[in-house]
């Protein structure tokens, strides 16, 4: 299986304060990494680390063989090829959803308009949302607004998907719908990275599980074994209280 | 230039009481304006409404100027410059301000209203005791917005032979052989009495813990 | 009472009044074009990260606000000639009226900016975009929405403000109002005749921009 991320030693500190301390981790093309764990302790800030939204201190981060710290240029080229949907969903409100989804395409990729829109309706109907299309992200709800980001997100054709909590700012009802959309991603053998605090989803969908608690990858693994029974003691107490 | 500092200050106190004295009146004219604004009878508010846009839609120069020499022609009286100035600024200043006071009063909350009328006070009552004491809460902040307004705009007398801070400064020029020190300094006066004000302000939005209006910011005089 | 109100009296003087109003106009326009750009220039300042070019900015609104633009006027027009400038009143009305307009144009631009969720910059840098990109798909619109009526308003106060330029002898439509009437005694005509010039101008800008604002936010009102 081709290795798609390499992480060797990650550190990154928030001045004083040391948010990631030395993680390593490699993943392969088609796996689905969930990422579980108390509230602030750097799951986030990972994901934002390897396409460059912050700043790493040290370590390395290689993505498809090509290093990524520093060089604005190889930040931009990986970016170009990675997939990232927000907590906040991040919808630019001036645009339409079919608009927001065409954008980067057609500005940054520099792809011909007519072919971009054909593929975004093809992706609206994917995440159902065809009837949408013309809609302003103030008039959606939320569920409806992050589908569409995951269609903004995969108009690129990533090769790396990245979720920094999806579901998290969703009203109960809602979550149900995003989850479905991941699901059928991941059934296609997308590559995902999943910062969630949907056990149950993890345990169903992940092809591994990390848990990672104050900055340090404490135990990873089968997302299934570790949810009937860790290793490590903090990990079974952690998932012995959140039942997804 | 030292020697004219003291007389400078005096200007300062003229030019303080000619603000104070057209922002009373405008504060007056505008809560007038506003509770006329509340009775439901369509050409009268149309009339308000009209007198509001008239006056944010013209240069307050041209009324100063109107009232100066063109009101001694129509009414056969004589005005003098303070009185003048003091009208016209009083005449802008309510137009600003009955819009802050609407505001005010619009900001307390229907429910106050009802509450008030349910237990049977008059509408004059209701005002008095409950709706009042609330949106004086809303409307002091932007008000002293107004007054700074005011207070610039009050070097505009100066134009009309009225002796305030800005033609003493300029007589202190002429006095003092013509540099643009004494203006630098003339500047630095205003500077300094309005920064204070404003911060007197910004100190009472926070203790009334109420939100900037952005679209009430101060005029350009 | 003895006196009535007859325009006729000042037809005379309207020739004249063409050209100040020109005069008002043209000065308003160009201060309005330049002062923008100032103000651009200072509300960047205030976002810089090094800490004295910040207060520099400031500082600059701050004096701005609370300096009389007469004062600004006579400063421009009686220091430019110990600076070894001849400025004719034009220009020392339109350098005093840029100035001051720049420092409340800065601070509208800078609320617009600040109006911008962190999260956009995000999004639209994910997704490759290069500085330029995100300034100018998704940074500028959501800007300009903001700014857009507090824009037009300043236009407004820059048009009125225009009229103190009588004060450094320029010909513009205050000092047409105060010249005529000096001479004809008709104070109320020309009064009625310069405001109406000025309710013009202010209500074309405004309804012109509302015109135009309908027709570039369809979507309303902005969350």
């Known amino acids: ?244 | 230039m030292i020697q004219y500092w003291p007389l400078m200050l005096k200007a300062a106190g003229t030019t303080l009481w000619l603000s104070w004295l057209a922002m009373l009146l405008g504060a007056f004219g505008g809560t007038a304006l506003a509770l006329l604004r509340q009775i439901k009878f369509a050409p009268l508010r149309w009339a308000v409404i009209g007198y509001m846009e008239f006056f944010r839609s013209i240069p307050i120069l041209i009324v100063l100027f109107f009232v100066f020499y063109g009101v001694p022609l129509l009414l056969e009286v004589d005005i003098s410059p303070f009185v003048a100035a003091t009208l016209a600024l009083a005449l802008h200043a309510s137009a600003t301000m009955s819009e802050v006071v609407a505001a005010g009063i619009a900001s307390v909350g229907r429910g106050q209203w009802e509450a008030a009328a349910a237990a049977g006070f008059s509408w004059p009552q209701t005002m008095r005791h409950i709706i009042a004491p609330q949106a004086l809460r809303v409307i002091l902040p932007p008000s002293v917005g107004v007054f700074i307004t005011t207070l610039k705009e009050s070097s505009l007398a100066s134009i009309i032979g009225y002796i305030e801070l800005t033609r003493t400064g300029l007589l202190v020029r002429d006095a003092t052989g013509g540099g643009f020190v004494p203006l630098l300094a003339l500047g630095a006066v205003y500077f300094v009495i309005n920064y204070a004000i404003s911060q007197v302000g910004a100190a009472l939005e926070r203790r009334l813990h109420v939100g900037r209006r952005s679209d009430l910011v101060g005029a350009m005089a | 009472m003895g006196y009535s109100f007859t325009l006729r009296t000042i037809y005379p003087y309207f020739g004249d009044l063409w050209q100040s109003a020109l005069n008002t106009l043209l000065l308003s326009l160009l201060a309005i074009v330049l002062s923008i750009a100032l103000g651009a220039l200072v509300a960047l300042m205030r976002r810089s990260a090094l800490r004295p070019v910040r207060v520099l900015g400031a500082a600059y609104v701050e004096v701005m606000r609370n300096t009389p633009l007469l004062v600004i006027l006579y400063l421009v027009y009686f220091a430019a000639p110990e600076a070894g400038l001849r400025l004719s009143s034009f220009m020392a009305a339109l350098v005093g009226l840029t100035l001051n307009s720049a420092g409340y144009m800065a601070e509208i631009l800078r609320a617009g900016l600040i109006a911008v969720p962190p999260g956009q910059f995000e999004a639209a840098q994910s997704q490759g975009m290069s500085g330029a990109q995100v300034l100018r798909h998704v940074v500028f619109p959501q800007v300009f929405r903001t700014i857009y009526a507090p824009l037009g308003n300043q236009v407004i106060a820059v048009i009125l403000a225009s009229s103190l330029a009588t004060a450094v002898a320029l010909d513009e439509v205050a000092s047409w109002m105060q010249t005529v009437g000096s001479s004809s005694f008709r104070f109320f005509e020309t009064f009625v005749v310069a405001a109406v010039v000025y309710l013009v101008l202010c209500q074309s800008v405004n309804i012109a921009r509302i015109l135009i604002g309908r027709k570039l936010f369809p979507q309303g009102r902005r969350t």
């Open chain 1, 1 to 244: 299986m081709t290795e798609i991320l390499a992480l060797d030693g990650l550190v990154k500190r928030f001045g004083s304060r040391t948010i990631l301390d030395g993680i390593s981790l490699n993943v392969s093309a088609g796996e689905i990494v969930c990422f579980v764990g108390p509230s602030g302790t750097g799951k986030s800030t990972l994901l934002r680390c390897i396409n460059g939204l912050e700043d790493i201190q040290g370590g390395c981060i290689s993505f498809e063989g090509q290093a990524v710290q520093g060089n604005p240029g190889a930040i931009r080229a990986v970016r170009k090829r990675i997939g990232m949907i927000f907590q906040h969903f991040n919808l630019y409100p001036h645009l339409t959803a079919l608009q927001n989804v065409m954008l980067a395409p057609v500005v940054v990729h520099k792809e011909p308009r007519a072919e971009v829109e054909a593929r975004a309706r093809t992706l609206f109907d994917k995440v159902r949302l065809a009837h949408r299309i013309n809609a302003y992200p103030s008039e959606m709800s939320g569920g409806e607004q992050q589908r569409v980001a995951i269609a903004r997100a995969l108009c690129t054709n990533p090769h790396l998907l990245m979720f920094d909590e999806p579901t998290s700012a969703l009203d109960p009802e809602t979550v149900g719908d995003v989850l479905t959309v991941m699901r059928d991603l991941a059934l296609e053998g997308r590559t995902m990275l999943v910062v969630t605090h949907e056990i149950r989803f993890a345990a169903d969908v992940g092809t591994r599980m990390v848990f990672m608690d104050q900055g340090r990858i404490v135990e990873q693994g089968d997302p299934r074994a570790m949810v009937a029974g860790a290793q490590t003691e903090r990990a079974r107490k952690f998932l012995g209280t959140i039942h997804g």
